[in-house]
């Protein structure tokens, strides 16, 4: 029995992965359930948006890198992230107003809206594999351990050993303070208010004389720094290749749908609620059993419930439930 | 002009692109673009009933197709006994104690109080039900696994003939796409979208993962064929005289020959279904989808069940994609799972479809054709290009490697802007809807 042993490996192999890639997830959510809350439909093309928005800031951070120019322990990344949030910006405007506006205008039926956004997610795709090539891109430096295994030991003196990534900490910084301004935003700003409000009752917002392009170009403009900051995060965290953007795309959807389409507090729930269980489920237990458990009862097999591979699996099944079960949401969003 | 007139003309102009690139590439190329496309023509065609009569938005086309080919080695490949004497009453067993559990826990959903104790009840079920499962099927699968890995490892199948797999392939489908629309129709439509490209994944990945079925990444090669091998014609005096009465040396008589059959044996297939979905299209079944998707409510209120109706098209659409799934792996003769792409196999059939013009069936077949040829083309079409944009630049400089290196991904780019440009200006598609 060793609890404190099994508690660190508990934090090292689950707990901080998970809750960086649940903000990470949650990030992406929230851009897909504002989307969804202003422009009402499901944007499919938001995985690419967050492909292209790192991959600006990759080419950002190399340039930055070939001028010698860097963030000290932090990686250069983060001094690249505003260009490429400009970069992402530019595209969703642009795609906006050649692509979208046409059916808006229209009144089109939402599911004309996701076959639409169905193609932007190709021509995105291949914009980002036309620029950057799909292998797989590096771009982080810096500091590697906020604190290492070995550190972590000679400070404890445990057996067992606690890392925490710098990309990991930025991860959870970065997302609080981006939520702390956005929730800031929609709850205290007079264009928040209003944008609050579209979503709500458009006839009433639209008679109250709110300008609905102003309020679906901001949407745009915080959707797509939203999706720039948790492709970088994402990709400084694992890397970056343009197909994995491809197959985030259900666990943000699931993230969103968990949450309640339209809700940002449930996007954040729903993003964390989707990472644990991805992690729980997929994690070898054997070392956190060993230490709790009694010798004679220490596991030989892995303890792990399902394979790695099995990840989206997860994230479907609670996608599943969700939709049996309380379709609006665990935040009761929009409309079944 | 008539539909009929213009509706040959697009249908010879098909003809001539793909007799075109018999003359300038090759006769084995343009039966190549042929049999792939009457595959993709009869898959246009099940996303059609879905789509174009029905307004259902499948994004899951790749599991279908994936399925339909799973079904090709479950049936056809020779058993493997000494597998199935190791582990193959392991695995039965264990895939009838997962479904066991599914069940109690669905009886108990139904028939305990609403409360804390049906929620508990159930979670010790699927709990205890999972652990059990797991203790049953680890050992079968390694058992399995462990025979012969570079030659078997698997299963195997039925050993029946190759043809077979084509309606066990729809039926694979049909039965994946009652569970998904079961949860997902009835609901919001993006919903539908989402749990299909979720259940498309995960086929894949348990396609990929589970070696004791189909090899996983370790793919089936040889499958049966419904046709003569190659090199058996080639050493068949009859067959070499035929060949040399039209001028052409054995080899590529052979080949051509193959391929012939295969195109004879999918225009089959895709006449029938073509006839069936024209006869539905027109029925008083036909005429209630499309009201149903005109107007749900004014359908629900003259006393049509519209949720019943929807599943029911759904899961015959996806039997549709599981049969072409089926003849695709027959004809390439071999299972490899990680070839699966949703942009091949889901995005592609979408665009077939809707440029075609969905809800006619005619439509979808040319957009299958049509589409498939340029997806064919695209690629040495984008390295011309490249070539000639860079043709100025000096070699070796890293712009021009970068442009002629990227042509492949021109692929994307010009699928994503044929749809986006049809839905733009021609969203009923070349030939509409009546």
Known sequence: ?336 | MTDTVRNTVYFAAIAVLIIGTGFVQSWNAALFILNFGLISAIMALGVNLQWGFAGLFNVGIMGFVALGGLATVLVSMPPTPQAFSAGGMGIILALILGAGTVVAAVLAYSKLPKGRVRGLAIMAILIVGFFVYRAVFDPAVAAIEAIDPAATGYLGGLGLPVVVAWPVGGLLAAGVAWLIGKTALGLRSDYLAIATLGISEIIIAVMKNEDWMARGVKNVVGLPRPAPYEIELQQDPAFIERAASFGLDPVMASTLWVKLIYAGLFTVVLVILFILAQRALHSPWGRMMRAIRDNEHAAKAMGKNVTARHLQIFVLGSAVCGIAGAMMTTLDGQLTPGTYQPLRFTFLIWVMVIVGGSGNNLGAVLGGFLIWWLWVMVEPMGLWLMNTITMGMEDGSAIKTHLIDSAAHMRLLTMGLVLLLVLRFSPRGLIPEK
């Open chain 1, 1 to 336: 029995m060793d609890f404190l042993n099994a508690l660190v490996a508990f934090a090292n192999f689950v707990f901080i992965p998970a809750t960086a890639y649940g903000a990470q997830l949650a990030l992406g959510a929230l851009g897909v359930t504002l989307i969804y809350g202003i422009l009402r439909f499901s944007n499919f093309a938001h995985g690419d948006t967050m492909a292209f928005g790192a991959m600006t800031t990759i080419l950002v951070t190399w340039l930055f890198q070939s001028w010698g120019i860097s963030f000290g322990p932090l990686p250069t990344a983060l001094l690249a992230l505003p260009f490429g949030i400009l970069g992402c910006m530019a595209l969703v405007l642009f795609t906006d107003r050649v692509v979208y506006r046409f059916y808006r205008e229209q009144k089109a039926k939402p599911v004309i809206l996701v076959i639409v956004s169905l193609g932007v997610m190709f021509i995105m795709n291949g914009l980002v594999r036309f620029i950057i090539g799909p292998d797989d891109r590096r771009f982080a430096d810096g500091e590697r351990f906020i604190i290492s295994v070995r550190e972590f030991k000679a400070l404890t003196g445990l057996k067992e050993g606690l890392a925490i990534k710098t990309t990991q900490g930025i991860t959870v910084i970065t997302a609080v303070i981006v939520v702390a301004l956005l929730f800031y935003f929609l709850n205290r700003t007079r264009t928040g208010k209003s944008m609050r409000a579209y979503s709500d009752n458009e006839d009433l917002a639209l008679l109250s004389g709110i300008n609905p392009e102003r309020v679906v170009m901001i949407t745009w403009l915080i959707v797509a720094a939203l999706a720039t900051i948790a492709g970088t995060l994402y990709g400084l965290d694992k890397s970056f290749k343009p197909f994995i953007f491809l197959q985030l795309l259900l666990p943000v959807f699931a993230a969103a749908i968990v949450g309640g389409l339209g809700s940002p507090v449930g996007a954040i729930a729903g993003g964390f609620v989707i990472a644990f269980s991805e992690v729980t489920i997929t994690y070898a237990w054997k070392k956190v059993a060993t230490y709790v458990l009694p010798d004679a009862w220490a596991p030989d097999s892995l303890v792990q419930l399902l394979s790695t591979d099995y990840k989206f699996a997860v994230s479907f099944v609670i996608l599943l439930i969700v939709l049996l079960f309380r379709p609006t949401g665990l935040f009761a969003g929009k409309s079944v």
